[in-house]
């Protein structure tokens, strides 16, 4: 199956972050480079999914879903920036 | 304790562990309509829906009845506070779920929606932004769907932002939206509408049927020089290329966004 991009894991991702996270940038532990993660390259199938650099194709991110349980390995981001609200004070 | 006691502390600390499963909702299919010889436009009604932006996406899940799951993205073609939303759907030959979606589902039928998703691949009006940059949308096939809602919320909006849409397709009778682009096209909002055809061109086309090339890309885009902010969505390869010949264009790749939906 042909990949897709970071757009495509939202959904999986709200299981686990209270925001979206396809819109913050991380820091790959491979090549250092720093992108949305809208923008990594995403391989899906059966046993799970694959969230890879753009770059350098390192393994930035894993998921599994199982029934009634889900998992997340972030084995390839060495730091994850989100962009707060402005705050009211 | 007694043992009814017991089991509501069980059911509570299961409760507590377990994480709710937030953003489904239950949506009645208002309306089936033929979008294309090979799609169905769906409006759906989403209890509970909190509206979306231009270029957000939801997952339709199926459930069999032993059980058996499968989940698949769709790109919403509506955007505002309404909670009827508006799909497009493309018929994959061995999908899972898109022949149900497009020959099967009836006016009444019940899915199971998860959305609003992504907040990277959308668009807002330069009322909200504040951003007047010029807005290119290039679209591969049924790509079309997330920039129809841009283009849409652009003339809803009255935006002055120039906005115009490249859009590669294999006939005339595979356009999605055909009537609603034309009008858009016409609405005060500007809108300049491009089209590649891949397979076979209306009669009198200047050009012949065929993939887009770099050359036809570069003439049918607003120019680098002019700070465009491009939005690019359809199959992998159409978008990877297209990328890629953008970048070579001068374009800066951070005002390049772009969505994949896999093979064609």
């Known amino acids: 199956m042909e990949h897709v991009d970071g757009n495509a894991i939202a959904g999986p991702l709200a299981e686990f972050f209270a925001f979206d996270v396809t819109t913050a940038t991380g820091r790959c532990v491979g090549c250092g480079s720093i992108a949305e993660l809208a923008r990594a390259m995403v391989y899906r199938s059966g046993a799970g999914t694959v969230v890879r650099c753009s770059t350098c194709d390192t393994v930035l991110a894993t998921l599994v879903e199982s029934g009634d349980r889900a998992w997340i390995g972030l084995r390839g981001m060495s730091a994850i920036e989100v962009r707060r609200a402005p705050s009211a004070g | ?264």
């Open chain 2, 1 to 264: 304790m007694s043992d009814a006691t017991t089991s509501q502390v069980t059911a509570l600390g299961a409760a507590l562990q377990s994480v709710p499963r937030s953003g489904w909702h239950a949506a009645t299919v208002a309306a089936v309509h033929r979008e294309t010889p090979n799609a169905s436009r769906l409006e759906l009604d989403v209890d509970g829906w909190p509206g979306n932006a231009a270029g957000q996406h939801l997952d339709v899940r199926l459930t069999a009845p032993d059980g058996y799951t499968a989940t698949r993205s769709y790109s919403i073609a509506s955007s505002g506070s309404s909670t009827r939303v508006v799909l497009a759907v493309d018929k994959l030959p061995d999908g899972e779920v898109s022949p149900y979606l497009v020959d099967d589902v009836r006016a009444g039928d019940m899915l199971e929606v998860h959305g609003p998703l992504g907040a990277f691949f959308v668009w807002a009006p330069a009322a909200q932004t504040g951003d007047r940059r010029p807005v290119q949308l290039i679209a591969g096939g049924s790509g079309v769907v997330p920039l129809f809602a841009m283009a849409s919320a652009h003339a809803e909006a009255d935006d002055p932002t120039p906005f115009r849409l490249l859009y590669s397709v294999r006939t005339p009778d595979d356009v999605y939206f055909s009537e609603e682009l034309r009008g858009l096209s016409d609405a005060s909002a500007p809108l300049r509408l491009d089209f590649v055809y891949t397979r076979r061109t209306p009669d009198g086309w200047p050009a012949p049927a065929g993939r887009i090339t770099r050359e036809a890309l570069e003439a049918a885009v607003i120019p680098a020089a002019d700070r465009p902010r491009v939005y690019v969505c359809g199959s992998t390869g159409f978008v990877e290329l297209v990328a890629d010949w953008l970048v070579g264009l001068g374009h800066d790749p951070r005002s390049v966004r772009t969505e994949r939906y896999g093979g064609t």
